[in-house]
């Protein structure tokens, strides 16, 4: 079988032999009585290494997003985002479908925004306008470009959200690269929010699965969402004993993803046509533009699959590429001299 070396997102990874064992071995029960051990060990683990009182476990990434605004919000409440996050963009229109909120959107700089943005956003107190309730923030921030949220930047936004009664939540669907990156602890970063959705099926190698966590009262509300959004679901410990593994085995090999992307970044500069700022990489992902270049994104994605190497396109000049798991060292340079090949070298 061609080895595809897949730079098209840190979700395409496959369980390990060591996971997979892990899921043979999993104690079970029916998790939705609250009866698997393996789901309440993981459940647990998470909301203490977020320090939160709690943390639930659900299906994806979209469904921890969107039962946390479901949890904070009323139908007609604003919620305050930015214009690339992934709760607006990547999850299907499900704030305005399941929750009936309305986003206002603001343009951060690679995703990040800061607190005198929002403080302009907010509503006044009168009938005409709606009700802004959440702030929504990601980090590391997707489409940004795998952008670190600067705590101070959080902790100001969290600091002038609470005397205003404002909620906020966490799209920490990648909040593992940000610690890793940074050194600052998942709980630090978490602490300047009052909810927090992790992802065990990005970077960190899972097969299926995300977390919401937040106060006792807050993940109450959620559960009752979750079951309400046909989330609940049953001998689920086979995928929480992934979870499990994960978070023990593929934290700190986060690092090695960084230093790969840094590298293709570094590379991807020397090529003919690229416009990148290797500076920006700073976790596993990496936006260029390719307009500068003879080709558009979707071309350039065409003749590297030629070549044994899937990447993704973003319209007609963006090409995003993920690190993860599933590629080494060698498979960056290999890529690259791929690259080389299609663009050539910068003269
Ligand atoms: C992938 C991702 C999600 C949602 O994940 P799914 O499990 O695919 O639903 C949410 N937020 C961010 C920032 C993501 O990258």
Same mark, same amino acid.
């Given at each position: #079988?061609?080895?595809?070396?897949?730079?098209?997102?840190?979700? $395409?990874?496959?369980?390990?032999?060591?996971?997979?064992?892990?899921?043979?071995?999993?104690?079970?029960?029916?998790?939705?009585? @609250?009866?698997?051990?393996?789901?309440?060990?993981?459940? *647990?683990? $998470?909301?203490? #290494?977020? @320090?939160?009182?709690?943390?639930?476990?659900?299906?994806?990434?979209?469904?921890?997003?969107?039962?946390?605004?479901?949890?904070?919000?009323?139908?007609?409440?604003?919620?305050?985002? *930015?214009?690339?996050?992934?709760?607006?963009?990547?999850? @299907?229109?499900?704030?305005?479908?399941?929750?009936?909120?309305?986003?206002?959107?603001?343009?951060?700089?690679?995703?990040?925004?800061? $607190?005198?943005?929002?403080?302009?956003?907010?509503?006044?107190?009168?009938?005409?306008f709606p009700v802004t309730r959440l702030i929504c923030l990601e980090n590391t921030h997707n489409r940004g470009g795998g952008t670190i949220y600067p705590i101070q930047k959080m902790e100001a936004i969290y600091r002038f959200a609470k005397p205003k009664g404002l909620l906020v939540h966490l799209d920490g669907a990648r909040l593992w690269n940000a610690s890793v990156a940074t050194g600052i602890g998942l709980h630090q970063y978490a602490q300047w929010a009052d909810s927090v959705s992790v992802c065990l099926s990005k970077g960190l190698g899972a097969p299926i699965g995300s977390l919401v966590a937040g106060s006792k009262a807050f993940i109450d509300r959620v559960h009752r969402f979750r079951k309400m959004f046909g989330g609940g679901m049953r001998q689920v410990g086979i995928l929480a004993a992934a979870g499990l593994y994960a978070i023990e085995h593929h934290i700190e090999r986060i690092k090695e993803d960084h230093q790969n992307a840094k590298r293709l970044a570094l590379g991807l500069s020397e090529m003919e046509g690229v416009s990148i700022e290797p500076q920006h990489v700073e976790t596993n992902i990496i936006i260029f533009d390719v307009s500068q270049g003879g080709m558009t994104a979707s071309q350039l994605a065409e003749k590297m699959r030629e070549k044994g190497?899937?990447?993704?396109?973003?319209?007609?000049?963006?090409?995003?590429?993920?690190?993860?798991?599933?590629?080494?060292?060698?498979?960056?340079e290999t890529a690259l001299k791929a690259f080389n090949e299609v663009l050539g070298k910068r003269q």
């Amino acid at each position: #079988m061609k080895k595809w070396i897949d730079l098209r997102s840190d979700t $395409v990874t496959r369980p390990t032999l060591g996971m997979r064992k892990a899921i043979a071995e999993a104690e079970v029960g029916d998790d939705v009585f @609250g009866e698997d051990p393996t789901v309440n060990i993981l459940q *647990e683990r $998470v909301a203490g #290494m977020l @320090g939160k009182e709690a943390a639930l476990f659900v299906p994806s990434g979209t469904m921890a997003n969107q039962l946390a605004i479901k949890s904070h919000t009323q139908p007609g409440d604003e919620v305050i985002i *930015e214009s690339t996050s992934h709760p607006y963009n990547f999850e @299907g229109g499900a704030g305005a479908a399941l929750s009936g909120i309305q986003f206002h959107c603001l343009k951060g700089l690679r995703g990040i925004l800061d $607190v005198s943005q929002i403080e302009e956003a907010i509503r006044p107190d009168d009938h005409h306008f709606p009700v802004t309730r959440l702030i929504c923030l990601e980090n590391t921030h997707n489409r940004g470009g795998g952008t670190i949220y600067p705590i101070q930047k959080m902790e100001a936004i969290y600091r002038f959200a609470k005397p205003k009664g404002l909620l906020v939540h966490l799209d920490g669907a990648r909040l593992w690269n940000a610690s890793v990156a940074t050194g600052i602890g998942l709980h630090q970063y978490a602490q300047w929010a009052d909810s927090v959705s992790v992802c065990l099926s990005k970077g960190l190698g899972a097969p299926i699965g995300s977390l919401v966590a937040g106060s006792k009262a807050f993940i109450d509300r959620v559960h009752r969402f979750r079951k309400m959004f046909g989330g609940g679901m049953r001998q689920v410990g086979i995928l929480a004993a992934a979870g499990l593994y994960a978070i023990e085995h593929h934290i700190e090999r986060i690092k090695e993803d960084h230093q790969n992307a840094k590298r293709l970044a570094l590379g991807l500069s020397e090529m003919e046509g690229v416009s990148i700022e290797p500076q920006h990489v700073e976790t596993n992902i990496i936006i260029f533009d390719v307009s500068q270049g003879g080709m558009t994104a979707s071309q350039l994605a065409e003749k590297m699959r030629e070549k044994g190497i899937l990447i993704h396109a973003f319209g007609k000049a963006q090409i995003r590429l993920v690190t993860h798991l599933d590629v080494n060292e060698e498979d960056i340079e290999t890529a690259l001299k791929a690259f080389n090949e299609v663009l050539g070298k910068r003269q």
